[in-house]
């Protein structure tokens, strides 16, 4: 089945191309979340219209993470953590800690932006990044270090 992206999706595409994906993952989960929409005449000739307005918004909000990335590219946080003989770490750093870290500097960012493969479990200084737009990318550094 086609589907027309409504919005980007990193498996799948970006904003208004149209893609194949089997018929029940776009009748189950694509369409009713708002995603993507059948690609049929009717909505084939509605994207040649809606094209305009989906780059415009996607120029405004490049722009906006380009203001975001200038505030928080290359910024340093400092995570105190408590740890117990040998330096092992009680806990973790996740992406919710970092982005409060990033909200105590007011930015506010979603945790859901910030790329970490896994939870960080050891003490040290780690580039995470928080990818902004889907081309604007931001590093920061978070240095952990154990709690006195």
Do not use: C, W
Not at 39 to 44: F, H, M, P, Q, V
Not at 73 to 78: E, I, N, S
Not at 88 to 117: H, P, W, Y
């Amino acid at each position: 089945m086609q589907v027309i992206l409504r919005s980007d999706y990193e498996s799948l595409g970006k904003v208004g191309e149209v893609v194949q994906v089997k018929p029940g993952y776009a009748r189950n989960f694509l369409i009713p979340r708002g995603i993507a929409f059948a690609a049929n005449k009717s909505n084939l000739a509605r994207l040649d219209q809606e094209r305009k307005i989906l780059q415009m918004r996607d120029l405004k909000e490049r722009r906006k993470a380009g203001d975001v990335h200038a505030q928080v590219h290359g910024l340093r946080l400092l995570k105190a953590m408590q740890v117990g003989e040998e330096d092992r770490m009680f806990g973790a750093v996740t992406t919710s800690d970092i982005a409060e870290l990033i909200k105590e500097r007011g930015i506010e960012i979603d945790r859901r932006k910030i790329q970490l493969d896994e939870p960080i479990k050891h003490l040290g200084e780690y580039n995470v990044n928080v990818k902004l737009h889907r081309d604007v990318i931001a590093v920061v550094t978070v240095d952990v270090v154990p709690a006195s």
